[in-house]
């Protein structure tokens, strides 16, 4: 178990590293006076999941899952 929880370790440093950089990318909520004209609502507006933003708020998602399963089974006693 210890190989085991060395590997799992290691992916742990390597998914919050790049989860950091991951939130550290993405662009604020705010859109400013943009949205008050309705700039919000152009093409990338509507078709976002497409965009390099929709991947980033998607990975984003999967990191997050993925470092509380990881933290979860880190934290388990196993004997």
Do not use: D, P
Not at 17 to 26: G, H, K, P, R, Y
Not at 33 to 39: D, M, P, R, T
């Amino acid at each position: 178990m210890g190989v085991l929880r060395i590997i799992l370790s290691v992916i742990f440093v390597l998914n919050c590293i790049a989860l950091t950089i991951v939130v550290l990318m993405q662009e604020g909520k705010s859109q400013g006076l943009g949205a008050i004209a309705g700039a919000a609502e152009s093409y990338w507006g509507k078709n976002k999941g497409r965009s390099m933003e929709g991947g980033l708020e998607r990975a984003t998602m999967i990191m997050a899952v993925l470092f509380f399963v990881l933290a979860i089974v880190l934290n388990l006693n196993f004997g």
